[in-house]
């Protein structure tokens, strides 16, 4: 990822990118992410410890939303100063103190068969996800909800320029203020002393609510004030989610069934963001907001209608 990012700086400075190179390094990059973040949800619980798992994943989350709070506001103003090249090559070298970090973390223990044949392994995650009903909607709903609700990358830089007419700046402003409600919600789920599978219901509920209040005509800042409360809604679902699994789930599989969660909320990205690229386009930013709080809302009502069943 830091190479790409590298590459992507390069390329920009010597005018070399096209729309192409965009999609390769965007395909690449979707890549690398699979292998990293199903092994880093992984290992951050095991290092903890089972009886820390809530307040690991919250904290993970809360380093994560750090980074999406600060990230877009350096990588805004990165861009109006000193222009696009520049932000890809603070990106790159923004890797190399975790690329420190895993040279020195102790390293675990191989847990169950995880040397053993791949394609029993991923039958066995899978399986077992199946065999659960409430792992498999919380799944399922991380990919719905992923879809329509926290295709943030996609949606806030169209409505920022398509309906609110803002800059470089602007968006950055935006995407920072998402950044502080998911740090508000992930230091709340942190600092909690018991996890309520609830609260996946109120991230959703959050999320869907921020989406129809932006089909409404509102300023930078009331529309950066409720991008607040999506981001806080998006922590509650992605945290809840991920702990609900990590709790649930034997240590021999863990890896294999938080790959697949990974699946479900990076595989949510390529049609989330073709689909809000064309309903931007259809209905126009404020309709396609409310169109997408629908469709959310729509998701989790059949997943929860689904799972009771079950």
Known sequence: MSLLALM???????????????????????????????????FTVELAGKERYPGAIALNSFSANVARLIGPAIAGLTIARLGMAWAFAVNGMSFFPMLVFLFFVPKGTVAGDAKGNWKKQLLDGLAYVKAHPEILSAIVLVFWVGTFAINFQTFIPAYAKLVLGLNAEGYGGIMSAMGAGALIGAIGQALAKKFSPRRIDYGVWLLVVSYLILSLPLNPYLVALVMGFAGLGMVLVLVGTNTLIQSAVPNALRGRVMS?????????????????GHLMDWLGGRQAAATMALLALAGWAGVKLWFRKR
């Open 260 to 276: 697949i969660y990974s699946l479900a909320l990076f595989g949510s990205g390529p049609p989330g963001s073709y689909l809000t």
């Open 8 to 42: 992507m700086a390069v390329m920009v400075a010597t005018e070399q990118i096209t729309y192409g190179w965009v999609l390769l390094f965007a395909t690449l990059y979707g890549a690398a992410n699979a292998f990293d973040m199903p092994t880093r949800q992984a």
